[in-house]
């Protein structure tokens, strides 16, 4: 399990192959990266120089071209987050307040939560949004008590946020609930509070990233908490452009791949099935892992002639270990195969390790992924999904089509070590189920689709809250 930590390979290599990208890739696509590299917190070592530099080539602030989002121009909206960080809910946020940059629209953000002491990923993540105008205030005081009140909107991120309206605005509360979107990502049973969704009934809508989560909510409010949800408006994402410019480069895939599975110690022709998530229990990588091994002694019982297969584990924290991490690196110890596991630590740069797989697996348990954002960004990357059958992973993944699912919890545990095996041992099939999850992600799940259907939603509540006035 050696030589498994981005914090140990990515400084050395970076030098590499962004000098290989450099010479190869698109100037736009090499700005992308350098821009997705200055938010990664592994990568300690960037000289102040070059953040300057990077942050000096950002891309233009004010869209060249129509955008579904140009009628937000000149409008005032507020953002609010729970938390700034690396997962998915604040950095979906983020991704919509450049959107709204790009066209011309007066961003403010806040964070609710923040440590007391100086966090390097939040001021990283904070001075990229000041670097594109989005305006870091506080998230209490008479400063965003204005804001809100004279906010054309106010996103609320995630069911946790909604604790900032009483904790803040107090009685000014009924006075911005009509000018209120509430983007829900939770899919856990935890987040059903009344303190934290009591004024959910009051807005002017909710925005949802799946069918099956919008479902999940309705009942969920209904049944346990007797209230009843708002409009309700399902938006699919979809991947930025920056990254779809990397997907499509063939040479900038292979100068990643390369690099990456040198670090990892792996062959070229060996097959890589990742799982790309935080390290958690909810994520299944124990799972994950038990499938694996099973994996392997199929293939052994069976003497079928296949690659080294290898399972990667992207999401580790080498600097806090959690009961559940060591737990997986016992189990890895026990059944003696360490030289087939790798143990990858967090990362925002998720490119370079897609461009080094051949087989993503999306294996979070219970009610799975309220949508699952790196599954389309690994179809971008023409890989197929061994996902669970549960949650958003539902709506993005046509089993059979491009890729093959499995239930979640225990009893999914030979059936996905038998779809690792398939995938393994028919190279065509495997192919052909990348291709057609990339037409998949063209078809759908691109930056400009997220923006219309996003688009859409804004129009109706705008409307909504201009009605309100009269």
């Known amino acids: 399990m050696g030589k498994h930590s981005a914090t140990g390979w990515w400084v050395p290599l970076t030098k590499r192959w962004i000098l290989a990208l450099l010479i190869m890739l698109s100037i736009s696509t090499a700005i992308a990266f350098f821009i997705r590299a200055a938010l990664d917190p592994c990568d300690r070592h960037l000289e102040v120089s070059d953040e300057k530099r990077v942050q000096s080539q950002s891309l233009p602030r004010i869209a060249t071209k129509s955008s579904p989002l140009s009628f937000m121009k000149s409008k005032l909206v507020l953002l609010v987050s729970h938390e700034l960080s690396l997962s998915g809910g604040p950095l979906l946020l983020m991704e919509l307040a450049f959107l709204l940059r790009g066209v011309g629209t007066k961003v403010n953000w806040i964070t609710i939560q923040k440590p007391s002491e100086e966090d390097e990923v939040i001021y990283s993540l904070e001075h990229k949004m000041w670097d594109r105008g989005v305006q870091v205030i506080s998230a209490k005081g008479q400063e965003t008590i204005n804001t809100a009140l004279k906010a054309d909107l106010i996103v609320l991120n995630t069911a946790v946020a909604g604790k900032w309206l009483d904790a803040v605005l107090k009685e000014d509360v009924p006075r911005v609930l009509p000018n209120v979107l509430w983007w829900i990502h939770e899919m856990r049973g935890h987040y059903f509070k009344l303190d ?243 037409e998949r992600v063209k078809e759908i799940f691109q930056e400009h689709h997220m923006a219309e259907r996003i688009a859409v939603v804004l129009k109706e509540v705008l409307k909504k809250s201009k009605s309100h006035l009269y």
């Open 196 to 438: 934290y969704v009591k004024h959910l009934p009051l807005v002017a809508g909710a925005m949802i990233d799946s069918h099956v989560t919008a479902e999940y909510w309705k009942n969920r409010t209904r049944e346990r908490l007797r209230i009843k949800m708002p409009d309700t408006y399902v938006v699919h994402l979809g991947n930025s452009k920056e990254l779809m410019e990397v997907a499509e480069d063939n040479v900038a895939k292979r100068v990643l791949r390369e690099h990456v599975r040198e670090s990892l110690g792996v062959r070229n022709e060996d097959l890589l099935f990742a799982i790309i998530n935080s390290v958690s229990r909810g994520k299944g990588q124990d799972l994950f892992l038990r499938s694996f091994y099973e994996s392997l002694e199929l293939i052994k019982e069976k003497k079928l002639e296949v690659p080294s297969v290898h399972a990667v584990i992207i999401g580790s924290d080498m600097n806090a270990q959690t009961k559940f991490e060591s737990e997986l690196r016992n189990y890895v110890m026990q059944k003696k195969i360490q030289n087939r596991v790798h143990f990858v630590n967090k990362t925002l740069t998720v490119a370079p390790y897609l461009a080094a797989i051949d087989v993503l697996v999306q294996n979070s348990q219970a009610w799975g992924e309220c949508f699952g954002r790196i599954t389309i960004e690994a179809m971008a990357f023409q890989l197929p999904v061994l996902g669970t059958a549960a949650g958003g992973t539902t709506e993005i993944v046509v089993n059979g089509t491009t890729g093959l699912l499995h239930p979640v919890g225990k009893e999914g545990i030979t059936r996905l070590a038998k779809n690792i095996v398939k995938v393994a041992t028919h190279v065509e099939r495997r192919l052909t189920m990348g291709k057609r999850g990339y």
